[in-house]
């Protein structure tokens, strides 16, 4: 699968876990229901993965903390509130720049629809290819 294909599977295995909750479980329940999800689909996922990365010759050991790495390819970051903040979209950015990779996903599980609080974020741009709520 490619990146694209992975991030809808990712997306639709959202959709499925929220539909089925709905808002106002802890974003580590909904960390937990997401990888179990992918997992059956026939995705590897990481959990709570930590993240060391270079800089000018130097290694930060364990840096960061991402919420579930899909595919070794993936970074999703988990929210479970009524407003996001833009200050998520600014770090799964910045994970994806200091891991190297070209695309990631941020989903808030907060909403009353899931559909309305996802962004797809792509490294080196400004702006993400959807915006949400």
Request: glycine share 8%.
């Amino acid at each position: 699968m490619n990146e694209n294909e992975i991030t809808g599977d990712i997306l639709d295995a959202a959709i499925k876990v929220h539909r089925k909750f709905g808002p106002g479980m802890l974003e580590s329940v909904y960390e937990r229901l997401l990888e179990a999800e992918l997992i059956k689909r026939g995705h590897t996922v990481e959990r709570q993965k930590s993240v060391s990365f270079e800089y000018e010759g130097m290694t930060l050991e364990d840096a960061f903390r991402v919420d579930l790495f899909v595919d070794g390819r993936i970074v999703v970051e988990l929210k479970a509130v009524e407003k996001m903040n833009p200050l998520f979209l600014k770090q799964v950015k910045t994970y994806l720049v200091a891991m190297n990779l070209p695309l990631g996903l941020l989903i808030n599980f907060g909403l009353e629809k899931l559909v309305d609080g996802y962004v797809r974020v792509v490294n080196g741009f400004n702006e993400p290819t959807t915006t949400s709520t």
